[in-house]
Nanobody, 126 residues
Framework: QVQLVESGGGLVQAGGSLRLSCAAS????????MAWIRQAPGKEREFVSA????????YYAASVKGRYTISRENAKKTVSLQMNNLKPEDTAMYYC???????????????????WGQGTQVTVSS
């Protein structure tokens, strides 16, 4: 079973950048599909991005495509989310999530993930 810890959140002005990181422990990291999910106050959790176990496939929500980049380093057991040109509507708690690659599920379905971190807050001021 994998444990996830996020870092890198903070307060940034609109147009700025942040890089989120998620460190994994336990389990075999390279066998997990990884994702970033966010939740704004009063809203449901929203899929942001996902990456396959071998980095061959990436997925992005339409709202972040072209601005965010997901990547992973299996040797370091980390997954990152580079966020550029941030907008106030990107303000949310960002969660790292994981599913074993053998689980058949929609990678863009935020409710399909079995393992979650505690989240890191991203606040974008206008």
């Amino acid at each position: 079973q994998v444990q996830l810890v996020e870092s890198g959140g903070g307060l940034v002005q609109a147009g700025g950048s942040l890089r989120l990181s998620c460190a994994a422990s336990g389990g075999t990291f390279s066998t997990y599909r990884m994702a970033w999910i966010r939740q704004a106050p009063g809203k449901e959790r929203e899929f942001v991005s996902a990456i396959s176990w071998n980095s061959a496939t990436t997925y992005y929500a339409a709202s972040v495509k072209g601005r965010y980049t997901i990547s992973r380093e299996n040797a370091k057991k980390t997954v990152s989310l580079q966020m550029n040109n941030l907008k106030p509507e990107d303000t949310a708690m960002y969660y790292c999530a994981a599913n074993h690659f053998s689980k058949v599920s929609d990678p863009t379905n935020s409710k399909s993930y079995d393992y979650w971190g505690q989240g890191t807050q991203v606040t974008v001021s206008s």
